[in-house]
């Protein structure tokens, strides 16, 4: 990975920052600038450096996304819903960028989903949108809302064609093909038909990107006449609209990172007036949906008040939400995360022992009877709840997977407490013809000791030893995220398979901050308590060397957005532990961003990090992580920082100044090997089409292969 070509050099030009009696100098604040030629001109040299770097990767990067390719089947369909009088499915076409979205009839009583054939016609198909035809003329295509009103006439859309996530609200007549001419631009994603179809209820977001305001437009009039329904003032909550699966009520929902409330309307009184639920306390967070117990209209509500940490499942009468009756008690030991209501079932999505479960309960005459777990047949696995979308279904969809095993959809049976498999994600052989096998591959779950004696969950996957499996000690690829409660659970990967056969073992530190051991694994590794995320991950990673999986020589960290966040950290802590970094929309200026109120998302961040703003110590312990601000001139590990021009979450400035700064204070040949690469058009999720993102994947993994020494 050499090349003559020096990187391009940022000129400096101070400015002083000054919070708490601190003053901070930011030589390369003027790159936030998009606009400007001249921020433009030097990502474009940052890029063009990056390409002389990487040319000689272009071999690699060619055969993973062969592979990569070649494995996947390219023209697919998702597995049939059903709602209403149709089966809704996705279908995929080899060679082209974008899904369309599709319907065909069902015939009435029918639950079991049609079994569709790649390549072969489905009888009376319509193709509600094709992502392809909407995506012409544009290097970039995000679909946002998709609803359908209930009589199945209308549909709902909304698309980004630049990234940067404000998306067009157009109405479709299904009946006709035609659009109608009702046009809402700057909305956010989350539209719903009033269950008459006469009213599109639709977010919008304020200055800062927060999703604040709720409107309700009656279709086939103008933008104008659109009434606002609420508006959410506090800038630490975001709000969003929906409707309970029976169609029963419009719900708002609005939520900061540690407090919720929600707004109720019956839904058959589109024009009404929301009330309140549970008027907001401050810490308390709950959410809810409907049931019919006994033949009564009744709330569950799913919250975390009084102490209950890993949150209790309680039942209501609508009108009196308070008047709480527990269902499922809380447990230091299982955090519960979602509730699903049926006409006769209760659907709960919890997790323990680090790994998501799914458990149903039956609607009886008088409450709810007693969980029951859906088993799969794996040690290490995920399973999750699916769209299912009708009332009276007497199925429920789930899926379960794992970092060995493709997705697998079921279709779970509530009367007899059966599972029947309706698709398994295929696999098909690489481009020298050597077909999947998922016991040519391991996965295992290993502890790593934190400094404070916390044992945290390390997953560890490789293709088992022997011919073009991992050898010990192997190129490894260890990854982390670790904020906002998001949990990284096992999840096949068909991309992934480019690195096991290589022999590159792919591990997770499962690091405090995320969700995998229950809300308290979060609450250690947030704002005060954030450097426990980052020494978990460097003890993650030193466990791994310790017990002889890899070497520091072959050990590469990868991690994006807040992720990205603790790469710079752990490049700044222990850069001895890594020969690579890959950093993906990373979050490595954070103290800058949260000090700015004005910037997207930084009010409501505050009950992530701390308010630097106002709290001294928030400021000085920030500080003292900040990736941005603890640059030294030290030997870091080769770096490839990824992101985009047009993300609204974590701007491509903060990686454009990071690189700069370590550009400024390292030795000549250690600048050489720190890569930015900026996609000029695209977002927070990077590029936008299929191919595209395989591209940027096969880029990535030809990059973190030679880091190791696998290339």
């Known amino acids: 990975m050499t090349a003559p070509q020096r990187p391009p050099v940022a000129p400096r030009r101070p400015r002083r920052r000054t919070h708490h009696g601190d003053v901070f100098v930011d030589d390369y604040e003027w790159l936030r600038d998009k606009d400007a030629p001249e921020v433009r001109a030097h990502l474009e040299a940052e890029n063009g450096h990056t390409d002389a770097r990487t040319a000689a990767l272009t071999p690699l990067r060619d055969a993973v996304f062969d ?7 390219e023209t697919d369909l998702s597995v049939p819903v059903r709602d209403g009088d149709w089966w809704y499915y996705g279908r995929t076409v080899e060679g082209r960028q974008y899904a369309l979205h599709c319907r065909a009839p069902a015939v009435a009583g029918d639950w079991t989903p049609p079994e569709l054939a790649p390549g072969v016609a ?22 946002g809302s998709f609803a359908v009103s209930d009589d ?97 009520y419009l719900v708002i929902e609005l939520g900061s990172k540690i407090t919720s409330e929600s707004w109720i309307l019956d839904a058959d009184d589109p024009a009404g007036e929301f009330r309140v639920i549970l008027p907001r306390r401050e810490g308390v967070e709950y959410e809810i949906d409907h049931a019919v117990v006994g033949g009564e209209d009744r709330l569950l509500i799913l919250h975390n008040a009084d102490g209950a940490q890993n949150f209790t499942l309680a039942w209501a009468p609508v009108d009196e939400p308070a008047r709480m009756t527990e269902v499922l008690a809380h447990r230091e030991d299982v955090r519960l995360e979602q509730v699903d209501a049926f006409a006769g079932h209760v659907a709960v999505g919890y997790r323990s022992g680090a790994l998501p479960r799914i458990g149903v309960m039956a609607v009886t005459e008088t409450g709810f009877g007693g969980l029951r777990e859906i088993v799969f047949g794996e040690e290490l696995y995920s399973a999750g709840l699916g769209a299912t979308s009708e ?22 049976e509530f009367a007899t407490d059966t599972l029947h498999l309706r698709k398994q994600q295929p696999v098909l052989p690489d481009p020298s013809g050597r077909a999947f096998d998922p016991a040519d591959y391991e996965q295992r779950r290993e502890w790593a000791t934190a400094p404070d004696g916390t044992r945290i969950p390390v997953s560890v996957i490789r293709r088992v030893p022997g011919p073009g499996g991992a050898e010990e000690p192997a190129p490894t690829l260890l990854y982390g995220y670790g904020s906002y409660e998001i949990s990284v659970d096992p999840e096949f990967s068909i991309a992934r398979l480019s690195l096991l056969d290589r022999g590159m073992v792919y591990a997770v530190a499962h690091v405090r901050g995320g969700g995998e051991m229950g ?70 200026d954070p103290l800058t961003s949260i000090l700015d109120p004005s910037l997207p998302l930084t009010v409501i961040e505050w009950d992530e990090w701390g308010d630097p703003l106002h709290d001294p110590e928030v400021y000085r312990y920030m500080k003292s992580y900040s990736p941005y601000e603890n640059v030294e001139a030290r030997r870091y590990p080769a770096i490839l920082a990824v992101t985009s021009i047009n993300d609204t979450r974590v701007l491509y400035v903060e990686p454009a100044k990071w690189v700069a700064r370590m550009r400024a204070v390292v030795a000549p040949e250690v600048s050489e090997t720190i890569l930015l690469k900026t996609e000029m058009a695209a977002g927070h999720g990077g590029v936008s089409g299929r191919y595209d993102k395989w591209r940027q994947a096969a880029f990535e993994f030809a990059w973190v292969l030679a880091a190791a020494g696998a290339a």
Not at 67 to 73: K, Y
Request: charge should be negative; hydrophobic fraction near 40%.
């Open 67 to 73: 592979e990569i390719r070649s494995r996947v089947q």
């Open 391 to 412: 009332w009276e279904s007497p199925l429920l969809r789930v899926g379960q997977t794992s970092f060995i095993t493709p997705t697998r959809v079921y279709d779970y």
């Open 152 to 248: 199945g006439s209308l549909l709902a859309f909304a698309v980004d064609t630049a990234g940067d996530e404000r998306y067009t609200l157009r109405i479709k007549d299904l009946r006709s093909g035609d659009l109608l001419g009702d046009e809402i631009p700057g909305t956010f994603p989350g539209a719903v038909f009033s269950p008459d179809g006469g009213y599109v209820f639709y977010p919008t977001v304020d200055e800062a990107w927060r999703p604040d305001t709720v409107w309700r437009h009656r279709v086939g009039t103008g933008r104008d006449e659109d009434v606002r329904v609420f508006t959410e003032p506090d800038e630490r909550y975001w709000l969003g609209i929906g409707i309970t699966r029976s169609r029963r």
């Open 122 to 143: 489905v009888p009376g198909e319509q193709v509600l949108l094709d992502g392809n035809a909407e995506a012409e003329g544009h290097e970039f295509f995000a679909l």
């Open 519 to 588: 809300r308290r694994w979060y609450d250690d590794g947030k704002q005060l308590a954030k450097r426990n995320t980052f020494t978990d991950f460097i003890a993650c990673a030193q466990h791994l060397v310790d017990t002889g999986c890899t070497t520091p020589a072959q050990l590469v960290a990868e991690g994006g957005s807040a992720g990205g966040m603790l790469m710079g950290a752990v490049a700044n802590m222990a850069p001895e532990l890594f020969a690579g970094i890959l950093a993906v929309v990373p979050f490595v």
